[in-house]
């Protein structure tokens, strides 16, 4: 079985800044693509930025120049470095990690959620 554990959400101002941590444990082969997610009332679950194991990054547009997304592979650990906060990224942001898996089947494993609020 496989967990993810988030931490680092929280609250702050608007032009400050918060950090996320995602570490991903239990029955692991191996880890690909790693990734953030957010989800504020009344929307969908949005795509935030993602990074693959040789360090190409993806960002949405909301978020770039603001956000940093990076990786540890030899810890399983992915980070959101996340600057120049505004209101609107006030949201539960989750975490996703894509797992291969004894067998080689790949699996989808997603973080419990952290909130981050941004608010003066």
């Known amino acids: 079985q496989v967990q993810l554990l988030e931490s680092g959400g929280g609250l702050a101002q608007p032009g400050e800044s918060l950090s996320l941590s995602c570490a991903a444990s239990g029955s692991i082969f191996s880890v690909h693509t790693m990734g953030w997610f957010r989800q504020a009332p009344g929307n969908r679950r949005d795509l935030v930025a993602t990074v693959t194991t040789t360090g190409t990054t993806h960002y949405a547009d909301s978020v770039k120049g603001r956000f940093t997304i990076s990786r540890d592979n030899a810890k399983n650990t992915v980070y959101l470095q996340m600057n120049s906060l505004k209101p609107e990224d006030t949201a539960v942001y989750y975490c996703?990690?894509?797992?291969?898996?004894?067998?080689?089947?790949?699996?989808?494993?997603w973080g419990q959620g952290t909130q981050v609020t941004v608010s003066s």
């Open positions: 996703l990690a894509v797992v291969g898996r004894p067998g080689g089947t790949m699996h989808d494993w």
